[in-house]
Each structure stands twice: as C-alpha cells, then as structure tokens.
C-alpha cells in the first residue's frame, strides 16, 4: 500500500520526500513500478471492475454481503472479505436504513375491524397464503400523495401497488385488485390478506373487493403493527434509499420512481437476508404453488371504471379491467 501511496501522490511531493516518511528507499519503489502485475492484482483488478457494476445497478444501494451474493449468482470466485475490502478500496458502501419504529394507526372510525388470522396462522410456508398490505405518504409539489402496496408475505414480493393523491378506499382497492391481475386471477382459497385497522382497509369499498375475491381479511390489534413489520421495513428502505429527502414534481413522478424502485429494482434485483440472499421473484420461480381458481367474468367486470381505457391507464392501471375479464372469460369457455 505505501507504493501504491507514492504513486498517487508523486505529482504533488518529491518520491524521495515521500520515501523518507516511509522510511524506504526509493529504488523499493521503482522495483515497484517495474514488477509484473501479480495473479492476485490481476483478479482484484477484475473482480473490482464487476463490483462496480453491480454496485451501480443497484443504485448504489447495496452493501458487502448482497454484492458478494450476486458474485455467488455468477460463480466469481471472490470471498465476502474480500468483496467487502475491495469496496472498502473503490470507496463503495450500501445506504443504511434508519431503526425500524412501527408507528400506530388511527383506528378512530366506525367501520367495524377484522380478527387476527395472521396470528392465528403464523408466518406462511407459501406463496399466496399470505398478503400484508399498507399505504405511506409521499410529497411532491402539489402536497402529500399516496403510495399504497400489496406484499406477498413468503416471497416479500409486491404483487400490487397504486399511487395517488388521495389516501382513500380507491387507492387501497386498486393496489388489492392489481394483486390478484399478478396472480392473473387465480389466488389460494385461504388467502389472508393483512393490513392496519385504517379506515381504507375497513372500507365498504375495500371488503366488497375482498369479498368477491373470496379471500380473508385480517388487522392487527390495536396500537400493535409489529405483525406488518414486513410491510413497514420495506417502506423504510424505499425511502432511505430511494426517496430520501426528494420532493417529486407531481404524481407522474412519484409513480415513475416508485415503477423502477418496486419492478427494476426491489422485485427482481434486491436480495433478501431473510430468503437466504434471494430475491422475490428467484423465491417465487421456485416455490409459487401451481393450480388455484380462477376468478369469473363477473369478479373482473365489477371492477371497471366508466372511464374509457384511455383514461384509465393514464390514472395507472396499466391493464384495463375488461381486457383481463375478457382474456379469463375466454379461457373459461375454452
């Protein structure tokens, strides 16, 4: 390392002065400078030039150890010490999320709250058996937007998502209903769908949806989040690493930040600690169970907008309900 220093320091003082700090001699040096890159310098050379890559890929986000996994991914024979000294040398480090404090819901409403069953049931042992679901607020130069999100618990991947200016039973409802187009209509007959005791979730809106989905809704108890600590986590790194103090322009932008950070990045890219160094989709290529039901003509169609399909994905849904009602319709009669 002391050549190394000489070397990028030798414009700016004499290599004798710097030699004499060191107290070498200055022919070490040049002996140096003449050697033969080694194997070792070669494959560090190599390996940093991969590090950066990923780094960059992950907008900079990443630490050490999900790096060093995405070298695994690729067989690159270099060590999690040795990844985690090379970015130490490049200067790379992943953005840290601030502790995790679950915030309590105002729950002050007259709606009605549903039991526990995620309690009940525990953590799931598949895909799709259950959903954790949650809003957050983002600002933009119009004031406060929403930004509402739908989590399969065993992948940890976001099967639905919506933003919005209004936190309200649309929202909610249009991140649900964007779940199940994932699933393209079929979903577990015991689907647990999990969320705060808010009054969007306890929406007429909200249950009429789950209820034609056939699924099962479950809050928390009062004054306790911890059991949508998934939920909460995810949002906490969302905006440490990719919000932070920005304040986007309008809802377009605060959509098309949250499109790259959920479907570019976080879904497919980002590896999870808690899945082995996975991500989402790796975890649900391998484990989403085959089979289910499908949703009739008659679930889909009550979901339609009166707008005309133009608008309609010019507000975000980027597939328009009846063309999916018709696609399951036709596959029904065949």
Known sequence: ?????????????????????????????????????????????????RIKELHDASDKREGHRIIHDHLKDESIACGRDKTL?????????????????????????????????????GMPEACDQV????????????GWNYLATVMDLFSRRIVGWEASEHNDADLVRKALYKGAQTR???????????????????????????????????????????????????????KTSSVGKYVFADLGALRANAFEYIECYYNTYRKHSSLGYKTPMQIEEKNFPLGGRKLGYATLHSLQTTSNNKNQVASGDLTPAHLIATALNKRNVN
């Not at 959903?131 to 119009?142: E, F, I």
């Not at 809106?205 to 911890?226: P, V």
């Open 85 to 121: 000294r090379i970015m130490q040398d490049l200067g790379l480090a992943g953005i840290q999320k601030k502790t995790f404090k679950p915030q309590t819901t105002d729950s002050n409403h007259t709606l009605g709250y549903s039991p526990n069953l995620f309690k009940a049931q």
């Open 184 to 238: 393209q209509g079929f979903l577990n007959k015991d689907l647990i769908l999990h969320s705060d005791r808010g009054s969007t979730y306890a929406s007429k809106k909200h249950r009429d949806l789950i209820e034609e989905l056939d699924i099962k809704q479950s809050m928390s108890a009062k004054g306790n989040c911890y059991d949508n600590a998934a939920m909460e986590s995810f949002y906490g790194r969302y």
């Open 131 to 142: 959903w954790v679901c949650d809003t957050t607020y983002l600002m933009t130069d119009n």
């Open 1 to 49: 390392m002391k050549y190394e220093f000489i070397e990028t320091h030798k414009p700016d003082f004499k290599v004798t002065e710097i030699c004499d700090c060191f107290e070498i001699k200055p022919s070490g040096y040049y002996a140096w400078r003449r050697r033969e890159p080694s194997a070792r310098s070669i494959a560090d050379a190599t390996h940093a030039a």
